[in-house]
T-cell receptor, first 113, second 113 residues
Framework: AQTVTQSQPEMSVQEAETVTLSCTYDTSENNYYLFWYKQPPSRQMILVIRQEAYKQQNATENRFSVNFQKAAKSFSLKISDSQLGDTAMYFCALSRVSYQLTFGKGTKLSVIP | DAGVIQSPRHEVTEMGQEVTLRCKPISGHDYLFWYRQTMMRGLELLIYFNNNVPIDDSGMPEDRFSAKMPNASFSTLKIQPSEPRDSAVYFC???????????FGSGTRLTVV
C-alpha cells in the first residue's frame, strides 16, 4: 500500500521567518515522484515543487526547497522568507507507476504578520 | 493556456436529483483525473482516464457515480441519484505524465440538501 503521512495538522510562522513542513511516505516502488501542493482559501490546488526519486539533488523553486531523504522516506518542505500569501493548506503527494497521486491529509500553515 | 476548466463552480441540489460536473483538460494532456475532497477523507482519487479510456475506477464510491470522456477535451462526472453524503469539492486534473505533476481545475463545490 502507498501511504503519505503529514504529522503536523497546523503550523504557524512569523512573516519573513523560515518554516519546515514534514512528510513521510511509504512505497514499494523505486521509480516515483513526490510533490508539494498548496491550497489557499480560494481552494485552487497549486503545484509548488516536485522531486524525482532517482535524483539525489534536492529540488528548489525560489523560496521553496525540499529535503529529500530517500532511505528514510522523508520529504520535507522548507519555506524561506515566509510571506502572508503563503498562508494555505499544504499537501504532500506521491505519484506511483500507475500515475495515481496519493495525498497526505495536509498541514494548515498560517503566516502571522 | 486557460488551464483545466471545471463547471459549475458551485452546485446546490436536492437529494435524489441528478448532478453532472464538467471538465475541460489542458490541450495535449492525455491523462485526466477526478478527485473528491472532504474534511473527513481528504483528497481521494475517484477515476482516471488515459487517452479518453478509463483506466482505474476503483475509487468510485458506488454505482450512483459514473464518469465519461467522450473526447480529449471533455469529461463528465455524474451522480444519480445524489445524496447528502456526496457533498464535497470535486476536482478534475490533467497531466502529460507523472514527471510533470498534475494541473488541477478550480473544483466544483457540491452541496446536496
Amino acid at each position: 500500500a502507498q501511504t503519505v503521512t503529514q504529522s503536523q495538522p497546523e503550523m504557524s510562522v512569523q512573516e519573513a521567518e523560515t518554516v519546515t513542513l514534514s512528510c513521510t511516505y511509504d512505497t514499494s516502488e523505486n521509480n516515483y515522484y513526490l510533490f508539494w501542493y498548496k491550497q489557499p482559501p480560494s481552494r485552487q490546488m497549486i503545484l509548488v515543487i516536485r522531486q524525482e526519486a532517482y535524483k539525489q539533488q534536492n529540488a528548489t523553486e525560489n523560496r521553496f526547497s525540499v529535503n529529500f531523504q530517500k532511505a528514510a522516506k522523508s520529504f520535507s518542505l522548507k519555506i524561506s522568507d515566509s510571506q502572508l500569501g503563503d498562508t494555505a493548506m499544504y499537501f504532500c503527494a506521491l505519484s506511483r507507476v500507475s500515475y495515481q497521486l496519493t495525498f497526505g491529509k495536509g498541514t494548515k500553515l498560517s503566516v502571522i504578520p | 493556456d486557460a488551464g483545466v476548466i471545471q463547471s459549475p463552480r458551485h452546485e446546490v441540489t436536492e437529494m435524489g436529483q441528478e448532478v453532472t460536473l464538467r471538465c475541460k483538460p489542458i490541450s495535449g494532456h492525455d491523462y485526466l483525473f477526478w478527485y473528491r475532497q472532504t474534511m473527513m477523507r481528504g483528497l481521494e482519487l475517484l477515476i482516471y482516464f488515459n487517452n479518453n479510456v478509463p483506466i482505474d475506477d476503483s475509487g468510485m464510491p458506488e454505482d450512483r457515480f459514473s464518469a465519461k470522456m467522450p473526447n480529449a477535451s471533455f469529461s463528465t462526472l455524474k451522480i444519480q441519484p445524489s445524496e447528502p453524503r456526496d457533498s464535497a469539492v470535486y476536482f478534475c486534473a490533467s497531466s502529460t505524465g507523472r514527471r510533470d505533476g498534475y494541473t488541477f481545475g478550480s473544483g466544483t463545490r457540491l452541496t446536496v440538501v
